[in-house]
């Protein structure tokens, strides 16, 4: 049981919009830890997308987007391409636990 | 451009130490600013971080496996090594080395090896 909370899967039709929440607690998000996401794409390591909440790599597309509120995450994609097919873990630190923590990985299909 | 590649058995016998190394290319271990990182992801489950090493040797490390756990670090080969001992089934994993800032990213991430625990 991941201490992040993701769906298992989202699915979204090529051009639409999509979002994955990443649910956390007072002990992590809530309490003001940066949340930072990953793609995934079959047989590669993660690829850092979103960092410090909201922050895109270079050379990530603006089409991904990250927010936070409260104890809680999101990672938005907006028009979607086949090529986003892909697993999306994001990432916090947990002050109860004193390490670093994931989700544990939401797998979006494009339809 | 920094990256990262993990080398080391892909089998190791239930009881006995795990040990990988991770080997920086692009960059120098030594130069400090990041902290250098091993991760796993155990088959259909979420990812776990297992601790990190800094170019001076100071480590920390998961609560959970720090009884077992021990990275070290070798700048004159520029690689810094994991070793986790009497490994179970429970261990059987993809092992990842990453970079990471101190605002505690992952960036970026060695290719991966599998480690399976079996006899």
């Known amino acids: 049981q991941s201490v992040l909370t993701q769906p298992p899967s989202v699915s979204g039709a090529p051009g639409q919009r999509v979002t994955i929440s990443c649910t956390g607690s007072?002990?992590?998000?809530?309490?003001?830890?940066?949340v930072h996401w990953y793609q995934q794409l079959p047989g590669t390591p993660p690829k850092l997308l979103i960092y410090?909440?909201?922050n895109r790599p270079s050379g990530v597309p603006d089409r991904f987007s990250g927010s936070k509120s409260g104890t809680s995450a999101s990672l938005a994609i907006t028009g979607l391409q086949a090529e986003d097919e892909a697993d999306y873990y994001c990432?916090?630190?947990?002050?109860?636990?004193?390490?670093?923590?994931f989700g544990g990985g939401t797998k979006l299909t494009v339809l | 451009q920094v990256q990262l590649q993990e080398s080391g058995p892909g089998l190791v016998k239930p009881s006995q130490t795990l040990s990988l190394s991770c080997t920086v290319s692009?960059?120098?271990?030594?130069?400090?600013?990041?902290?250098w990182s091993w991760i796993r992801h155990h088959p259909g489950k979420g990812l776990e971080w297992i601790g990190y090493?800094?170019?001076?040797?100071?480590?920390y490390y998961n609560p959970s496996l720090k009884s077992r756990v021990s990275i070290s670090v070798d700048t004159s080969k520029n690689q810094f090594s994991l070793k986790l001992s009497s490994v179970t089934a429970a261990d059987t994993a993809v092992y990842y080395c990453?970079?990471?800032?101190?605002?505690?990213?992952?960036?970026?991430w060695g290719q991966g090896t599998l480690v399976t625990v079996s006899s």
């Open positions: 990453a970079r990471n800032p101190p605002e505690w990213w992952f960036d970026p």
């Open positions: 692009g960059g120098s271990i030594s130069s400090g600013g990041y902290y």
């Open positions: 090493i800094y170019y001076t040797g100071s480590t």
């Open positions: 007072n002990s992590n998000i809530g309490a003001d830890y940066a």
């Open positions: 410090g909440n909201r």
């Open positions: 990432q916090s630190y947990d002050n109860s636990l004193t390490v670093r923590v």
